[in-house]
C-alpha cells in the first residue's frame, strides 16, 4: 500500500479535528471543576457560619464561669 500526499493530508485533518475535540473536552471539565470548587467554597463557608453559630449558643448556655447550668 502506497501512501500518498492526499493521504497525509486526509491524516492532518482528522487529526486537527480531534484536537480541537479534545480541546473542548478540556475546557468543558474546566468548567465543570471551576464549578465544583466554587460549590465546595460555599459549603464550606456555610459550615463554618454554622460551627460559630453554634459554639456561640453553646457558649450562652453556661453560667457565668462557663459551666452549663
Request: negative net charge; charged residues 35%; hydrophobic residues 30%.
Amino acid at each position: 500500500m502506497t501512501t500518498t500526499a492526499d493521504d497525509v493530508w486526509k491524516l492532518l485533518a482528522e487529526l486537527v479535528e480531534a484536537q480541537k475535540e479534545t480541546e473542548r473536552c478540556f475546557q468543558e471539565t474546566e468548567r465543570r471543576f471551576q464549578e465544583t470548587e466554587r460549590i465546595l467554597k460555599e459549603q464550606s463557608l456555610k459550615t463554618d457560619r454554622q460551627i460559630t453559630r453554634l459554639s456561640q449558643e453553646i457558649g450562652n448556655l453556661g453560667g457565668k464561669w462557663g459551666r452549663f447550668v
